[in-house]
Nanobody
């Protein structure tokens, strides 16, 4: 079992920055891909960014050049640095981890990011 706990959300003005953190605990050795998703009110959950244990990243077009995902120890922590935030970035941000060995998909409970105009 894997537990994901997000932190770092909050209220920020348009143009500001926030850094989200996700800590994974439990069976973390086989978490090949970790990432961030978000869900705005009335919308479907969407991919924000992912990163593999090898450091390969993928980002949604809407956040390219503004958000950076990182995973310093390639195992149990993943971060999302969000710069130049826009009101349309307002959403609940969820941490996700994929266990390749067990074929399991884990989610955190989410952290709310609100960007005021």
């Amino acid at each position: 079992q894997v537990l994901l706990v997000e932190s770092g959300g909050g209220l920020v003005q348009s143009g500001g920055s926030l850094r989200l953190s996700c800590a994974a605990s439990g069976r973390v050795s086989s978490l090949h891909v970790m990432g961030w998703y978000r869900q705005a009110p009335g919308k479907q959950r969407e991919l924000v960014a992912t990163i593999t244990t090898g450091g390969v990243t993928a980002n949604a077009d809407s956040v390219k050049g503004r958000f950076t995902i990182s995973r310093p120890n390639a195992k149990n922590m993943v971060y999302l640095q969000m710069n130049s935030l826009k009101p349309e970035d307002t959403a609940v941000y969820y941490c996700n981890a994929e266990d390749d060995v067990r074929g399991m998909d884990y989610w955190g409970k989410g952290t709310l990011v609100t960007v005021s105009s």
